[in-house]
Structures are given as structure tokens and as C-alpha cells.
């Protein structure tokens, strides 16, 4: 595996592979990997002939200095689990690479980003549209890969990629969770064992409303009734909505210091907008 720092290698590794005519595979990650970002190299791997996963901690995507200055970063093992999962190229950019002085254009998205994150993270999806259209424009990739764990994040990149016919495919990968049902995320290392305990009611809440959904009861009621049960977390939102194709119930909320958002598929295709 090749690890490249700057836009001008990268693209120059990546022309050679092109004018062979071989496909290129994306997975744009901040790193601090966990079985989740490996399910996308996987995936990629599977699909692809040229894998390239970045890696970069793009600041433009966060709120609060001080959550970006305790995100977790370790290069060294990223690297390592890259290569294991047959990694051909890992992209790893200093800020000053992505945005030396003078950037000034952003990407905005409408739609996909009212409400859920969108209304909670204010600049948020500016951030990952304008990182992840660079991030394309370097690789141009056949295929990026996104996390559902994530499912507002892909509903906005399937729309900037078909809003800006950037001509490439977004495949959307299943959350992976841990064995007691928390969704990975590289956030969990913040939570002591007694906040991983009242987490846990998140994944809880959300099987409480789509087995209400099934039911043909409000999902969104139903997950609220069990947060509300947990007295050691605050609820961000509970919310049903309908992203790209999918109905999604969607949940966020605060245990201790660390956010945590998670949600599951309803159904796939919504008959209206949102629900
Ligand atoms: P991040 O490094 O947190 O920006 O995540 C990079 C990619 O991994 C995003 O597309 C995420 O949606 C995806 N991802 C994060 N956690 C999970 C998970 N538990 N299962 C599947 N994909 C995930």
C-alpha cells in the first residue's frame, strides 16, 4: 500500500491506473478505523480494481474546536488495518493540502440537509460536501462508499453527486454494530463503561420503533418512550424521514460529553418525502 500527502501524487498515481483502464474504488474516512470503515474498504475491494481510502480529519465538517482537537487520530494503525484489508493507495492530506489560504468555495446542499444533523450541526454538511466533491475531483472515483450509519451524510452526497453529475456511483454500506447492538463509531472510545451502558438505549429505542412501525404505530413515540426511561442521556432528536430512497428512523443524543447518532431503515422506498 502507497501513502500519498499530496493532491498532485495522488493524482498522478491514480492517472497511470486510469489509462489502463482500471476501475477506482473511493472510501473518504477521518480515520481512528473500526470494523465499520473495514466493511467499506471490503466492499470497495470487492468491487473495484484500484482501492483508495483517505484519510483526513476535515475540520470544515466540525462545530466546536475542542471536538475536533479530541477527535481520535492514529495513523500508524489506520495505516496497518489499510494495508490488511488490501488497500492499494491511503490519501492522508495535511489541512493546508485540502484548504491552503485563499479557499473560498463551498458546496451547499438543499434538501437532504434540512432537519436531523443538518438542524442540529449548523456548517456541518457544508463541510462534508465541499471535502468530499475535493475528495472526488482528486480520485475521481467509479465508486465511493458511505456508511448508512451515516444516512443523512449519503442522502446529501447522492444529491451533490446528481445535482453537480460528478459520474460517479455512491454505494451505500450497512451500519456494522457491536455485539450489544452500538453502532461502531470512533466516538465510542469517549464513553466510560457506565455511559456505553445508557448508550446501549439508543439501538434499544430505535428496534422499539420500527417493531411500532411494523405495528403500524408512530416509530418515532415509541423510541422516545424508552430514551426516556434512561436518565443519564439527553435526546438531540428522534425522528422518522425519508432520505433518498429509504425511510429512515433516525436518533441523536448526548451521554456525558459524546454525541452518538444511529438510526435504522424503515423501509426502502418512502411513498412521501418524510413521515
Ligand atoms: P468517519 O471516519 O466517521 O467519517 O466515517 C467514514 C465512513 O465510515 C463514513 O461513510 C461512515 O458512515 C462510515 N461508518 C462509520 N461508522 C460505521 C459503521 N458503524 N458501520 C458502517 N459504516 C460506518
Redesign the pocket.
Known sequence: MRTTRTIAETRAALADERARGRSVGL???????????L??MRAARAENDVVVVSLFVNPTQFGEAADLARYPRDEARDGALAATEGVDLLFAPAPAEMYPDGFGSWVDVEGPTDGLEGAHRPGHFRGVATVCTKLFSIVRPDRA??????AQ??AVIEQVVRDLDLGLEVRP?????DADGL????RNVFLSPAERRVALALPRALAAGRDAHAAGRDPAEAALAVLAREPGLTVDYVEAAGLGRRLHLLGAIRVGATRLIDNLVLAEQPRSATA
Open positions: 472510501v473518504p474516512t477521518m480515520g481512528a478505523f473500526h470494523e465499520g470503515h466493511s467499506l462508499y458511505f456508511g448508512l450509519k451515516d451524510q449519503v454500506i450497512e451500519t456494522v454494530r453502532a461502531l463509531s470512533s
